[in-house]
């Protein structure tokens, strides 16, 4: 058998919605060979029916659910008064929980998580919610918009005249899962390090906002260095389109840009650099310039003609495009699963680790498929030795 | 007793830059552990010369507020590691090492004989992490890149954007999120390590974090053979959603998101019910749906004649999703950042107090001014006290590295 790094310890999930913050989180424990129970109403977890925020396929939401959730245990049961014995025993069993339910629920159900925390309990508790336990916004609704909006992911994206656009693909909650899964691993260690119930208020605003502080920063500095409020207003490589599909050109030294320049006979702005990026000067011509040379190029030459130069040239990958692309047919990384919708392509897990692997994905459980084996183990454990 | 923080105990050897490994680093640092930040005056960080300039004033490469943001709670070593001398002492500190950090491009470290095989003879206990951009393995494994170019091929800039414009690039977001997944699966191995006193390699290619982000994408298009694309500022679901500018002087934008019919009539309520909303087709989701342009416009319209504030708080007291776009002006003034302390306070011997974010979890061990325990080192700050004090160097065997260019204090080129 394969040895794991995480093999025997308990996780609890609860609640999590419609999105993928959570389910995300624990996955990644998962991978790790954490034993995850995820605990979902009779009819459900509410991801199993897909986003209340997207009309995605109902194929298409079971695979993604398949994906998020293999190799974890579902527990069915009807949140209410009748059953806090039950929830309050799985918490006090759990190394790690990790609570989605939102700000308050927990106590609502009538679960005295003082007294919880106060138990002689090495568990690591991490409470998510949207705008964290505190604060003015803390009861405001919010979507996945209004979240990017207020945490500052909404922007320009360095097109001077784009109406601001959100990042797409819920980035923002892949984010904030794996920013969840290092809470609640940390708070872990703290847990077995002190042998105290470790508690954690995380906020996926604050984890949006926390990629982006560097831009205050950098602002800061510019105005002590006299160069006005915005370091860069346009973006003039970038992505562009080529002959038969997107290319990324990401300048971030001066001898790339030269370079650049050189590789796509641009070679009369090899000295101004700053001036494009301030949006001033040529902009258009060195466009009509860039795009001209790039339309009678393929993706694949201009990417080996960039990285020849040791420039940052890289496809612009789709769903689509992904699997195909040389690095990973050479090292294998997606993989087919059966999923209950048939058979699906899907990304294994973000890091190779040489002594104990990640675990082999098992297909998502059905509702409650391991009910009545969870309970038994938690009545095992109250029997005295 | 305060409780003991969970890295307490720790020693990080850091070889990483830039941005992702040293965010995770700096991490570490901030919740216990001892990290050395590992740098030559050859090779400094490269993200010291990001955001700063010489006229900031002397040792201009100590005052990136960025470095110095991601630097915080570590000590700086230098070593020259072309030197025979500098590859003995990194080795020295490896042995005695929980872990080693680093994320160049895949051959850097290899060329400088500190692959894994050579670092698991010195101490098979370590655990080492490597974050390269492509991987460790495969044709691309040489390719350069950073943060952008990571969300260029791992499909995030593909679904950013508007449907009839470009593919827009999130914004290098990837960087300490690859940080904070190396961070995971860094615990993780600890805990093996801790069971077995066995370490291991823990690889975190770059670019295999955004791909498992982009899961949704790539699962999609596997079962229907259609790719995801961009929607905007919209979502399937929602309507209207969208992110519109107010009266205000300076540029003031608010993001609204209808989630449904209930919210939809306070909109209209809170709106004055004007008449190019009237249509009774717009009260079900699917007359909204199929008209968004015109909502948008005539939502924009309204919106364009109020204030952002004003409009804000009818929005968010009827009770529908919305937020002002914050920009960087207002980071350290945003209400909800400035109660729950996002930012702290750190005082750096050249460039004085200054915010720094910290994470965005509260743990319940936590010291009441935040994580942050130290500023960011000046290069080479701490050469006598990890070599001297100990590794036990004498003082004339740290000039002869000095007068050697082995350690320093000031980047080569720039020492007078």
């Known amino acids: 058998m394969t040895t794991t790094s995480l093999g025997g310890v308990r996780v609890l999930e609860l609640g999590g919605g419609a999105n993928y913050v959570v389910p995300y989180a624990t996955k990644l424990l998962v991978d790790l060979g954490a034993d995850v129970i995820f605990v979902e109403e009779p009819d459900g977890h509410a991801l199993r029916r897909g986003r209340a925020d997207s009309l995605i396929e109902p194929d298409v939401a079971a695979s993604i659910f398949d994906f998020l959730n293999s190799g974890k245990r579902s527990l069915s049961l009807n949140l209410d008064p009748s059953t806090i014995g039950i929830l309050e025993g799985l918490i006090q069993r759990a190394d790690i929980v990790i609570d989605g339910l939102g700000v308050g629920k927990l106590e609502g159900l009538g679960i005295d998580v003082q007294a919880l925390k106060n138990a ?50 819920e980035m923002h909650e892949w984010v904030a899962g794996s920013y969840v899964a290092a809470a609640a691993m940390t708070a872990r260690t703290h847990a077995l390090k002190s042998g105290e119930r470790t508690s954690v208020d995380f906020s996926v605003f604050e984890c949006i906002h926390s990629t982006i502080p560097y831009s205050r920063l950098m602002l800061d500095s510019n105005r002590e260095l006299g160069v006005g409020a915005v370091a860069s207003q346009n973006t003039p490589f970038g992505v562009r389109p080529c002959e038969d599909g997107w290319v990324g050109i990401n300048i971030l030294t001066g001898q790339q840009w030269q370079d650049a320049c050189l590789v796509t006979g641009l070679v009369e702005f090899m000295d101004r650099q700053q001036e494009l990026v301030r949006g001033e000067g040529e902009v258009e011509k060195f466009e009509a310039l860039l795009l001209d040379w790039l339309s009678t190029r393929t993706v694949d030459e201009v990417v080996e003609l960039g990285q020849a130069m040791r420039i940052p040239v890289v496809p612009v990958a789709t769903g689509a495009t992904m699997p195909a692309l040389p690095q990973w047919q050479e090292r294998p990384f997606f993989t087919r699963a059966d999923g209950p919708s048939g058979a699906y392509l899907r990304p294994g897990a973000p890091w190779r680790l040489s002594r104990t692997p990640t675990s082999d994905g098992k297909p998502a459980p059905t509702v409650g498929q391991n009910t009545d084996d969870i309970i038994n183990e938690s009545r095992k454990d109250e029997v005295p030795a | 007793m305060s409780s003991p923080l969970p890295f307490e105990g720790l020693r990080v050897i850091d070889l990483g830059s830039f941005w992702a490994a040293p965010y995770l680093t700096s991490y570490l640092g901030a919740y216990g552990a001892d990290v050395i930040k590992v740098e030559s005056t050859q090779r400094p960080d490269g993200f010291r010369f990001t955001a700063t300039d010489p006229a900031l004033g002397d040792a201009w490469y100590e005052r990136s507020l960025m470095w110095q943001a991601t630097n915080l709670n570590k000590r700086s070593l230098t070593l020259d590691l072309g030197a025979d001398e500098g590859k003995r002492l990194l080795s020295e500190l490896c042995a005695e090492a929980d872990v080693f950090v680093e994320n160049y491009a895949a051959r850097v470290v290899e060329q400088f004989g500190f692959d894994y095989e050579s670092l698991r003879k010195i101490n098979p206990s370590m655990v080492v992490m490597r974050l390269p951009g492509f991987g460790l393995t495969g044709p691309w494994r040489d390719f350069v890149g950073w943060g952008n170019a990571f969300e260029q091929l791992a499909g995030l800039a593909w679904v950013t954007g508007y449907p009839d414009g470009q593919p827009k690039t999130p914004g290098g977001y990837i960087d300490p999120t690859v940080g904070m997944h190396a961070a995971v699966a860094l615990m993780a191995a600890l805990e093996h390590r801790d069971r077995t006193r066995e370490g291991q390699l823990v690889e975190v290619a770059q670019i295999e974090v955004g791909a498992s982000m982009s899961a949704p994408q790539v699962i999609a298009e596997s079962i229907s053979g259609v790719a995801p694309g ?60 199929s008209h968004h342009d015109e909502l948008d416009e005539a939502i924009q319209s309204w919106f364009s004649e109020q204030s952002c504030d004003d409009v804000l708080d009818a929005l968010q007291a009827a009770g529908i999703p919305a937020a002002k776009v914050l920009t960087a002006d207002g980071f350290n003034e945003d209400p909800q950042l400035v109660s729950r302390s996002f930012y702290q306070e750190v005082e750096h011997p050249l460039s004085g107090p200054r915010l720094f974010p910290r994470y965005p979890m509260q743990f319940s061990f936590e010291a009441p001014m935040g994580p942050h325990r130290a500023p960011a080192p000046l290069l080479g700050q701490h050469n006598n006290q990890v070599l001297g004090d100990e590794l036990g160097l004498t003082e004339a065997e740290l000039r002869e590295l000095r007068d050697a260019n082995v350690v320093g204090t000031v980047p080569a080129g720039l020492a007078t």
């Open chain 1, 120 to 169: 002689p309990s090495r568990t690591a508790i991490v409470r998510v919610s949207d705008w964290g336990d505190s604060g003015p916004y803390r009861d405001l609704p919010a979507t996945g918009l209004t979240l990017q909006a207020a945490a500052g992911w909404i922007t320009n994206r360095q097109e001077p005249n784009l109406h601001p656009v959100q990042v797409g693909g």
């Open chain 2, 230 to 289: 961009r929607i905007g500022n919209r979502a399937g679901a929602y309507a209207p959603q969208g992110v519109y500018r107010c009266a205000d002087e300076t540029t003031s934008l608010v993001a609204v998101s209808v989630r449904h019919d209930e919210e939809w009539k306070a909109l209209l309520t809170v709106m004055g019910h004007p008449e190019a909303l009237a249509d009774a087709a717009y009260n079900t989701f699917p007359g909204r749906a």
